[in-house]
């Protein structure tokens, strides 16, 4: 007995007839997305506007003092642009320092030096620190609260309490409080 596969667009719902039409697109971030990137598929001639809708943007790191990791920001190249008031930003860009990319050699930390913690995995996730909670840490906290507040508690450090407003508002936790029947006082 054989079978046959019916596929179907991702995006329209229209029948694939030849799976050569198919285009995997891999959903990185999107306000909808909860657990991290997916993988949808379309006919290639679905999405024959996206060049046409893309936006030009400019993805940047704020290294603010006294915070324990860079902020990423994603915006409009021109919205960018428009932050340069005394020189275009062509020739700002044209004249800026040039960010060395560390070589394996220059990785390794020094004797006694202070190792930076990486809040945004689960080895780290959920420990109180200072500075801004990457979303990163969020989402990590988000998918393994549970386990998370395992490791939290066998280290001794305070769990992550549902009921706690900070400690919702902190890791983005509100839906999982109100799935739980969790109500913030």
């Known amino acids: 007995m054989g079978q ?16 050569d039409d198919l285009v995997r697109i891999v959903v990185r971030q999107h ?5 991290g990137p997916v993988e949808i598929e379309a006919l290639g ?12 943007l400019v993805t940047i790191e704020l290294h603010r003092p006294g915070a324990d990791e860079p902020e990423t920001v994603v915006l409009e190249a021109e919205a960018f642009d428009r932050l340069a008031s005394a020189t275009p930003m062509a020739e700002v860009l044209r004249g800026a320092k040039k960010v060395a990319c560390p070589i394996p050699s220059q990785t ?9 913690v990486n809040y945004a995995s689960l080895e780290h ?12 840490e969020k989402q990590l906290v988000r998918q393994h609260l549970d386990r998370i507040n395992e490791r939290l508690a066998a280290e001794g450090v305070r769990t992550i309490d549902l009921g ?17 029947g969790v109500t913030l006082g």
Do not use: C, M, Q, W
């Open 108 to 116: 390794a930390v020094p004797a006694g030096a202070k190792e930076r």
């Open 45 to 56: 001639g679905e999405l024959t506007a996206v060049e046409e809708l893309a936006l030009d």
């Open 31 to 35: 306000p909808d997305l909860e657990d």
């Open 125 to 136: 996730a959920g420990r109180p620190h200072k500075g801004r909670t990457t979303d990163a």
């Open 164 to 180: 706690n407003a900070e400690h919702v508002v902190r890791y983005g936790l509100e839906a999982l409080a109100r799935e739980r």
């Open 4 to 19: 046959k596969i019916i596929r179907f667009s991702d995006l329209t719902g229209t029948h694939v007839e030849n799976d």
